[in-house]
Nanobody
């Protein structure tokens, strides 16, 4: 089982990034997918989530209107489009998979996002 994130990097405030997470080793379409982030000295927090079929999404209040989560079950990939980035968005972003019936879950290794001028 693997979740491999990519797309992180250094971006100026107001800029955009698109994170991708490619899954392998499990039935991707049977898993709800989420993005979490963890900033230095802070707890890991949920950023956005999407149901297994992609019919429903959920966002943290701090990113609503700026971030968009989506998925392509044919490509076993979940995305996080991040616009209007702020310095407080700086964190390691993690991909997370949860079996839609609960109990079975996986984490990616994380990708660093730094928002700074």
């Amino acid at each position: 089982v693997q979740l491999v994130e990519s797309g992180g990097g250094l971006v100026q405030p107001g800029g955009s990034l698109r994170l991708s997470c490619v899954a392998s080793g499990f039935t991707f379409s049977s898993y709800h997918m989420s993005w979490y982030r963890q900033a230095p000295g802070k707890e890991r927090e949920l950023v956005a989530s999407i149901t297994s079929a992609g019919g429903s999404t959920n966002y943290a209040e701090t990113v609503k209107g700026r971030f968009t989560i989506s998925r392509d079950n044919a490509k076993n990939t979940v995305y996080l489009q991040m616009n209007s980035l702020k310095p407080e968005d700086t964190a390691v972003y993690y991909c997370y998979a949860l079996w839609r019936f609960g109990g079975d879950d996986y984490w990616g290794q994380g990708t660093q996002v730094t928002v700074s001028s």
